[in-house]
């Protein structure tokens, strides 16, 4: 079956950096466009990257410039470089794809950023 494990997430003062990774299995990682979505408390899960199985991306207007999401599919692991954070980026931090129409979620990452 599907499954997504995030990993990376932590305490960072803000304009700090994180590297967030998210490991997938029971599908073909390769042919599947992979998703970085984000939650903050009180407020509605909103769409961060996207990384097609062709490496072409896309950022949502907040973030670009500052965040990057990469893929390794040696490794099936897919991942969101970011940079200078700011504290209304505190949020849980999710992984997505998306197989034969059925939407797959990861249990997320907490990142909090607070001096």
């Known amino acids: 079956q599907v499954r997504l494990v995030e990993s990376g997430g932590g305490l960072v003062q803000p304009g700090g950096s994180l590297r967030l990774s998210c490991a997938a299995s029971?599908?073909?990682?390769?042919?599947?466009?992979m998703y970085w979505h984000r939650q903050a408390p009180g407020q509605e899960r909103e769409y961060v990257a996207l990384?097609?199985?062709?490496?072409?991306?896309n950022y949502a207007d907040s973030v670009k410039g500052r965040f990057t999401i990469s893929r390794d599919n040696a490794k099936n692991t897919v991942y969101l470089q970011m940079n200078n954070l700011n504290p209304e980026e505190t949020a849980v931090y999710y992984c997505?794809?998306?197989?034969?129409?059925?939407?797959?979620w990861g249990q997320g990452t907490q990142v909090t950023v607070s001096s």
């Open positions: 029971g599908f073909t990682f390769s042919s599947a466009a």
């Open positions: 997505k794809t998306v197989r034969l129409g059925a939407t797959y």
């Open positions: 990384i097609t199985s062709t490496g072409c991306t």
